[in-house]
């Protein structure tokens, strides 16, 4: 079956700490690639995406993730956290067309303390 | 900025009681998915419609769940007889051009 998943279960970080939360995935053919933030009491919303072109995508609030496709993975990285980035980072990922179903990670959880 | 709703926000009911949860998807979206996710698993789908109907529905979505979308608006997830293990936070999604967009979902919680 279809699996993704994330390496850490919950990061702890100080302010200006640099991030990576990894990110794998089982192979399946054509994958479109997620990552999710969710703040506390907040919706889960898309911090990027990736489906194809260059595979360093940049998103919101100065993320960014890099497809390395040899190894199946989907890195999520911040050069310098802030204590607003505590939330809970989920992976998922979607097979074929746009409009499949996502698998996600179970989540890391990250606190960053001031 | 539109967003998707779900209601209520938190729902008590008793064993082998029916529930109905309540999702307002975005409002020219027309895909629509329903997902789980049990306290410390991970998020799970549950079932996608589209054209009222279903296209895709994992394992879980056994007989005990149904879906409908009752007005042009609201999209309904149902459990005919509740179990203990389906408590869990119930996520509603709509797509967008190519990205699903979440409500801040139901949390269940049968006894």
């Known amino acids: 079956a279809q699996s993704v998943s994330q390496h850490n279960h919950h990061v702890i970080l100080s302010e200006a700490a640099s991030l990576e939360l990894g990110c794998n995935y089982s192979?399946?053919?054509?994958?479109?690639l997620f990552w999710y933030v969710q703040y506390p009491g907040q919706h889960l919303q898309l911090l990027l995406k990736?489906?194809?072109?260059?595979?360093l995508v940049k998103g919101i609030k100065g993320f960014e993730a890099e497809f390395i496709k040899s190894k199946f993975s989907f890195n999520l990285r911040k050069p310098s956290v802030q204590w607003s980035d505590t939330a809970e980072y989920f992976c998922?990922?979607?097979?074929?067309?746009?409009?499949?179903?996502?698998?996600f990670g179970k989540g890391t959880k990250l606190s960053v303390k001031p | 900025e539109p967003e998707v709703t779900q209601t209520p926000s938190h729902q008590v009911t008793q064993m082998g009681q029916e529930v109905i949860l309540r999702c307002v998807p975005i409002?020219?979206?027309?895909?629509f998915y329903w997902y789980r996710q049990i306290l410390g698993q991970k998020v799970e789908f549950l079932v996608s419609?589209?054209?009222?109907?279903?296209?895709?529905k994992s394992e879980i979505f056994d007989d005990q769940f149904s879906v409908e979308r009752p007005d042009g608006s609201n999209f309904t997830l149902k459990i005919r007889s509740t179990k203990l293990e389906d408590s869990a936070m119930y996520f509603c999604?709509?797509?967008?051009?190519?990205?699903?967009?979440f409500g801040p979902g139901t949390r269940l919680t049968v006894t």
């Open positions: 998922a990922v979607n097979y074929g067309g746009s409009q499949g179903n996502l698998i």
């Open positions: 192979y399946g053919g054509t994958v479109n």
């Open positions: 990736y489906f194809s072109g260059d595979p």
């Open positions: 409002s020219n979206h027309l895909y």
């Open positions: 419609f589209y054209n009222n109907e279903i296209s895709e």
């Open positions: 999604a709509s797509l967008g051009w190519d990205e699903q967009y």
